[in-house]
Nanobody, 126 residues
C-alpha cells in the first residue's frame, strides 16, 4: 500500500520555475517506479515523465524535455518534479503516481499506475 501527497504547486509567471514534491508513505514506495502526470482543463490526463524504482531510468516526454526533470530520494520517500522555463500551456493539475509493480521497468501508460496523489494545481501566467 502506498499513499501519495503532492505539494509545491502554485501560480508562477511564464519563464519561472517550480518544484513539485510527492511524499509517499508505505514501504513499497522505494521499490516502485514513479510517474508524473498532468491534466489541463478539458483534456485527458497525460503522462509527462517518470523514474524507475532505482532511479537509473528516467524519462520525460518531448513537450517538457529540457525543461522538466524528475528525481527521487528513497531515504525521504519523496519524488520530485523540477519544472523550469514554464509556459502557460503547462497550466494543469499535476499528479504523482506509483506503479503497483515492484522492481519493474519504468512504464508510461496511465493504467500502469495504481496509487495516485490528490494532485496540485500549477498555473502559469503569460
Amino acid at each position: 500500500q502506498v499513499q501519495l501527497v503532492e505539494s509545491g504547486g502554485g501560480l508562477v509567471q511564464a519563464g519561472g520555475s517550480l518544484r513539485l514534491s510527492c511524499a509517499a508513505s508505505g514501504r513499497a514506495f522505494r521499490w516502485s517506479a514513479m510517474g508524473w502526470f498532468r491534466q489541463a482543463p478539458g483534456k485527458e490526463r497525460e503522462f509527462i515523465g517518470g523514474i524507475s524504482w532505482s532511479g537509473d531510468e528516467l524519462h520525460v516526454v518531448d513537450s517538457v524535455k529540457g525543461r522538466f526533470t524528475i528525481s527521487r530520494d528513497n531515504a525521504k520517500n519523496t519524488v520530485y518534479l523540477q519544472m523550469n522555463s514554464l509556459k502557460p500551456e503547462d497550466t494543469a493539475v499535476y499528479y504523482c503516481a506509483a506503479d503497483r509493480q515492484m522492481y519493474g521497468n519504468l512504464r508510461y501508460g496511465i493504467h500502469d499506475y495504481y496509487y495516485w496523489g490528490q494532485g496540485t494545481q500549477v498555473t502559469v501566467s503569460s
